[in-house]
């Protein structure tokens, strides 16, 4: 049974088998999701989340990120999962069309904090999460994706297995996790729709949900044995179409999933992302401004169009899954950070007449290479009759076509230095790239302390870490 393959490798795994390479991307995925839990702390979706944890009260367990108090282990994966989708900055697979750090991460970090884990246990999570959820979102991609959120459907499993690893579950717990996950994995796409703050929902929900799952488990409360391969299980349930192979295919091999990880450097749905980088490119290289442009043609895959093809977005979150929109601020201002998704973008009158000029065509070919590729062909003419084109297969931030370290620091401090400060940033960036010598998970956050605020701090102060 698949739940038993996986409960057995997430029992197997220990940090000190993992490769190198393996622990690199984990500790790179774990700070490139804490910035965006940093800066989407701060928008109004998260604050009204935060209001209605805070309400609830219950035990000190682990760190509310955008405040630094604690609150019980389930809401604060809630309230962190939720805070790290906000900005459409967090990690996508590929493959998988899912943002597993976006689930796993708050998942076992809010654990991690509960039991007092140490980084090397924290990391390890993050590896059998990320492996359980990117090889569930495998096997019934894309045919699920019409319906289903990846993120917060498959997610739910990763979250699971994450946190029943640092609980310690044994195989037949393990399995009931996966069971108990399987039965709350949701998340609908209709927030595409109005723009709604739904989306955020969804994996602040799965790492709850896994949490939960995990925690019932524990406690002897059995799950579906047969959750994913069932009859009436997860897979035919909620695809048309699927590969039951993809969940164990290698499984317990390196590569581990985590490496195949794609990080985003533009503040959008990452369908966006290729036509974007080759409108970039093209307008860098040939020095193109709107008033140069008389049309853009956008061929892509179909996926694509499904999530993205919103020629009047009504939301600035919204925008963020508008193709034309993505394409015409990026022509417009240079690029599509975080900083340009606003009110007075969504209405500027020269990117919306230039959204008129953007045609966006399905193709067929293209659509053949997706998943495995996202590719698009970007076509702009001039009205002088010039026409310039482009491909991207690979957006940046993909294995292919990597950012580096360096690039995903610089973006943590960007993203963090203004809600936690210069100081308090550089502290947890330092502290997450040398996790494994972390003690104690929870020293990590006591940075955000209400308590020190006003303090200065050094890299050692807080953190109990192993000797070299």
């Known amino acids: 049974m698949l739940s038993h393959r996986l409960a057995d490798f997430i029992g197997q795994i220990q940090y000190d088998m993992l490769p190198a390479t393996t622990v690199h991307m984990a500790r790179l995925a774990f700070l490139d999701w804490l910035g965006s839990a940093a ?22 367990q682990a760190t509310l990120l955008a405040t630094g108090e604690k609150i019980s282990c389930l809401n604060a994966a809630l309230a962190n999962g939720i805070a790290s989708h906000i900005m459409e900055l967090d990690d996508v697979h590929r493959a998988a069309i899912i943002h597993a750090g976006a689930a796993v991460i708050p998942a076992a970090l809010a654990v991690a904090e509960m039991i007092r884990a140490s980084g090397r246990q924290l990391l390890e999570a993050i590896v059998v999460g990320y492996e359980v959820a990117i090889r569930v979102g495998e096997a019934v ?24 690893k640092l609980l310690g579950l044994n195989k037949e717990q393990l399995v ?58 997860f897979c035919r349930a909620t695809a048309p179409q699927f590969d039951l192979s993809k969940i164990t295919a290698g499984l317990g091999k390196p590569p581990y999933k985590v490496e195949e990880n794609s990080f ?35 061929r892509t895959y179909r996926t ?32 599509c950070g975080p900083e340009d998704f606003t009110p007075a973008n969504l209405f500027d009158p020269e990117i919306r007449e230039l959204m008129s000029r953007v045609t966006l065509v399905m193709d067929e070919e293209l659509d053949a290479l997706h998943p ?27 294995p292919e076509n990597p950012v580096t370290a360096e690039e995903l620091v610089t973006k943590f401090h960007a993203l963090a230095a203004g809600p936690w400060g210069e100081q308090r940033s550089r502290v947890l960036a330092q502290a997450v790239l040398d996790l494994e010598n972390v003690v104690d998970v929870a020293d990590l956050f006591q940075v955000l302390s209400p308590n020190h605020y006003g303090r200065v701090w050094h890299s050692s102060c807080g953190i109990t870490q192993h000797e070299r």
């Open 264 to 298: 985003k450097i533009h503040a959008s749905c990452r369908h966006t992302h290729p036509a974007v980088d080759v409108v970039l490119e093209l307008a860098t290289r040939y020095g193109l401004k709107p008033a140069d442009i008389a049309t853009i043609t956008v």
């Open 141 to 164: 991609t894309p045919s699920h994706y019409y319906f289903w959120h990846t993120t917060g459907t498959c997610g739910t499993f990763g979250a699971a297995a994450a946190a029943g």
């Open 304 to 335: 694509a169009l499904d999530i993205t093809a919103n020629h009047q977005p009504t939301t600035v979150y919204a925008a963020k899954f508008s193709l034309p929109f993505c394409v015409a601020l990026a022509l417009k201002t240079g690029h």
């Open 176 to 233: 009931w996790a996966l069971g108990n996950a399987g039965t709350q994995a949701a998340g609908l796409w209709e927030f595409l729709v109005d723009g709604a703050m739904s989306k955020h929902l969804h994996p602040g929900k799965a790492a709850q949900n896994g949490v939960l799952a995990a925690l019932l488990a524990r406690e002897g409360f059995t799950g579906a044995m047969r959750i994913l391969e069932g009859e009436r299980g």
């Open 39 to 60: 800066a989407g702390g701060q928008q109004a979706p998260a604050q009204k989340v935060q209001a209605v944890v805070k309400q609830q009260g219950g035990s000190p």
């Open 372 to 398: 495995a590729r996202w590719p698009a062909v970007v076509e702009i003419s001039t009205p002088s009759g010039q026409a310039y084109r482009g491909r991207m297969d690979f957006p940046r931030g993909d």
